[in-house]
């Protein structure tokens, strides 16, 4: 495409649940406007917006696509978000960077939790809305009934702005109620349309329909509103220009019935799309603290990064909006988050995985930049006279967790930079390594996200690694005293070694490490391998005595010893210390101490109970209820252990629409029976 004129821009993001068919939807979109020259399927693993490998082989949109179409010289920008939970965060900063969400629902599944969570997003949707009730060619689907559901579980803004004609199978056309006119969809998949007069039979219903949509867009409109309470007649244009209005200040939110893999309404919603939706010019200039961006693209630059792709062919691909000024080729731009210039090198329109070169990137468009040093997702580039720094992008904390273990020395060395790459594209993903059991420990949304992870690590980075629980990071203590005399000997042949100590061993309250405390007078063990007694007893410490866990919360005494005038040295003291301290530690009654969470659930009324007896059964306690818009709290204490497999469990008593938080609380005893198990265990693993 040549120079872009900012009004002949139309930016969308396609958001909704799992499997509503928002990819199907983009591909038709594609086709009929002449984008492909063919109808691609998400069945058949070839459209432009699910590339991936994991997108092609589960048939499920893992990262948001990008891509863009030309319809009546308009532009149209088309993000295509995933709905699966464990993917849906990509979906919030898609919302963010257009100017209108398109809602595809469902017909046949009614409001579901990921379709919830979007339209709940209010910090990053923008006003302008439109619903596209979708698989209305499928058996047991009704738009009226959807659109009921919508209404009353939405938003009673929703409003059809057309009605399906023909049902299920038959589903062939709709009636525009602002045109009153019938589109008969072609049956070839082309997307074409031909325009006839309404049905007789469905006339009364067009005309109730066409009374909503007046009375919905005459709230935008103070003179269409007295019109319409007059009774007056309202002509097609006054509804046209009342609803542009009612759509820009989210006062509307029009619906069109749809089937994305027959190709129906889909151009419909093109011409919709360049007549009624705003451009990036159309909407209130954003601010920041004082600074106005004005979508011009003769001002100066500001644009925000909002996704990263790592290609492993072309290196770092930096998609971008532009929110005032534009984006040349070969230029220098400032990222005002690092506080670095960057050199605009590879310029593009991305179309799937297809990079086409553009000379610039106009005021409200999107596009990308290839290999970026420093910039990352959530950075503002702009230009070097108006350093303004657009909000960050925050992403949720990954809390499903499993150790990745690599195979070999090779895939050791290679994993941590790896992930970093990956995580670099995929902000839910983190690792780190466990200062306690020193696991690689990898966190995600769900289990399906880290699997596609474990996947992507070998295809991409050649990566193998194996995918396991995490183990719990325990630690050891003692409940009772002991008092424990050791001698360390080796006096026959070679050089000698002696060294004798007398320790007591006592607990600590939880929480306070470790305190040495040398009682010893008189010199009976000389003051430099004081020391040595003290490394014995820490390094024993670290690797721990009951079950290989690091022991915490004891004080040791060193009360009396004795040395050898030759034998003595440091590595006998050492030993002695160590020894010392194993023996009193078995004796002094000890335990395993367990990492407690505390944890906030968030859940609809309705599965208060399965979660609360949920908890019971997670040895958790509830300590405190409240609620949070529409939805109960729960919080609670719960130990590490049983929250491993939580999310799955979760998602399944609540449909999906629960959500939890966690962090680290505090340490507590394990009780007995659980901690005989994790002793066996790490016995058997040492055998
Ligand atoms: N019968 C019928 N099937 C459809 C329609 N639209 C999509 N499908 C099917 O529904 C399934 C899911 O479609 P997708 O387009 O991948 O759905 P999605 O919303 O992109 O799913 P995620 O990206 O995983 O959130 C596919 O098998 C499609 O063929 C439709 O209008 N009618
Ligand atoms: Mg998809």
Not at 83 to 101: E, K, N, Q, W
Not at 207 to 214: K, N, S
Not at 250 to 275: E, H, M, Q, R, W
């Amino acid at each position: 495409m040549s120079q872009i004129i900012s009004e002949h821009i139309r930016n969308i993001a396609v958001v909704g649940h799992g499997d509503a068919g928002k990819t199907s939807f983009v591909s038709a979109a594609l086709y009929a406007s002449g984008s492909t020259n063919r109808f691609f399927s998400v069945d058949e693993g070839n459209t432009i917006t699910d590339f991936d490998d994991d997108e092609i082989r589960r048939k499920i949109s893992i990262s948001t696509g990008i891509c863009y179409t030309a319809w009546k010289k308009i532009k149209i920008n088309i993000l295509d978000t995933p709905g699966y939970s464990d993917f849906i965060c990509d979906a919030f900063p898609a919302l963010r960077s257009v100017d209108t969400a398109v809602f595809v629902v469902n017909a046949g599944a009614g409001v579901e939790c990921n379709l919830e969570k979007v339209w709940e997003a209010e910090k990053d949707l923008p006003a302008s809305r439109v619903i596209l009730v979708n698989k209305l060619d499928r058996e047991n689907t009704s738009f009226d009934s959807s659109i009921e559901l919508l209404q009353t579980e939405l938003s009673k803004r929703i409003v059809p702005i057309a009605l399906p004609v023909g049902k299920e199978a038959s589903f062939k056309g709709l009636i525009c109620l602002i045109t009153q006119k019938m589109y008969r969809f072609d049956e070839s998949g082309s997307g074409k349309y031909t325009i006839e007069d309404i049905p007789r039979d469905m006339a009364d219903d067009a005309e109730m329909a066409r009374a909503a949509l007046i009375e919905a867009v005459a709230e935008a409109d103070d003179e269409l509103l007295e019109k319409y309470l007059e009774g007056e007649e309202i002509t097609s244009r006054e509804i046209a220009n009342g609803l542009k209005l009612a759509i820009l200040n989210g006062i509307a939110y029009p619906a069109i019935p749809i089937s994305a893999s027959k190709n129906i309404g889909v151009t419909y919603f093109l011409d919709f799309s360049v007549d009624y939706l705003p451009s990036p010019c159309d909407l209130p200039h954003r601010k920041i603290n004082e600074t106005e961006l004005i979508c011009d693209s003769g001002r100066s630059l500001v644009a925000q990064i909002f996704k990263t792709i790592i290609d492993p062919y072309t290196g770092k691909i930096s998609v971008f909006r532009v929110y005032s000024g534009s984006i040349q080729a070969d230029s220098t731009v400032r990222n005002a988050t690092r506080k670095e210039n960057e050199k605009i090198t590879g310029l593009c329109n991305l179309f799937g995985k297809t990079q086409n070169p553009a000379s610039s990137i106009a005021a409200g468009d999107i596009g990308v930049v290839i290999k970026l040093k420093e910039s990352r997702t959530g950075d503002t580039l702009c230009s070097p006279d108006q350093p303004v720094v657009m909000d960050p992008i925050e992403y949720p904390d990954p809390l499903f967790s499993q150790t990745f273990v690599p195979e070999s020395k090779s895939d050791e060395e290679k994993i941590s930079t790896s992930l970093t790459r990956l995580a670099e594209e995929d902000p839910t993903l983190r690792y780190r390594r466990s200062s306690e059991t020193n696991e690689l420990i990898v966190f995600g949304m769900g289990q399906l996200h880290l699997e596609v992870t474990h996947n992507r690590l070998k295809r991409k980075y050649g990566v193998s690694a194996i995918m396991k629980s995490p183990k719990i990071p325990y630690r050891e203590t003692v409940k009772g005293n002991a008092d424990v005399r050791y001698r360390h000997k080796k006096q026959s042949g070679g050089a000698g070694q002696f060294g004798e100590v007398a320790i007591r061993l006592k607990p600590l309250p939880h929480g306070e490490g470790f305190v040495f405390d040398n009682m010893i007078v008189g010199g009976v063990i000389p003051g430099q391998y004081i020391p040595s007694v003290e490394k014995g007893v820490r390094n024993t410490m670290g690797e721990g005595i009951l079950a290989g866990y690091p022991v915490t919360d004891i004080k040791v005494e060193l009360y009396d010893g004795k040395s050898h005038p030759v034998d003595s040295k440091d590595i006998a003291f050492q030993i002695a210390g160590a020894m010392a301290l194993k023996q009193a530690f078995m004796q002094a009654n000890p335990i395993l101490l367990e990492p407690v969470m505390s944890v906030k659930i968030i859940v609809p009324e309705a599965n208060m109970g399965d979660v609360m007896g949920d908890l019971a059964s997670r040895r958790g306690r509830v300590t405190g209820m409240g609620n949070e818009g529409n939805k109960q709290v729960i919080n609670g204490l719960v130990p590490m252990a049983e929250m491993l497999k939580f999310e799955p469990e979760l998602r399944s008593m609540t449909g999906g629409r629960g959500t939890f938080s966690m962090e680290f609380d505090h340490y507590e005893e394990l009780p007995s029976h659980l901690a005989e198990s994790v002793v066996a265990e790490t016995k058997k693993s040492r055998e």
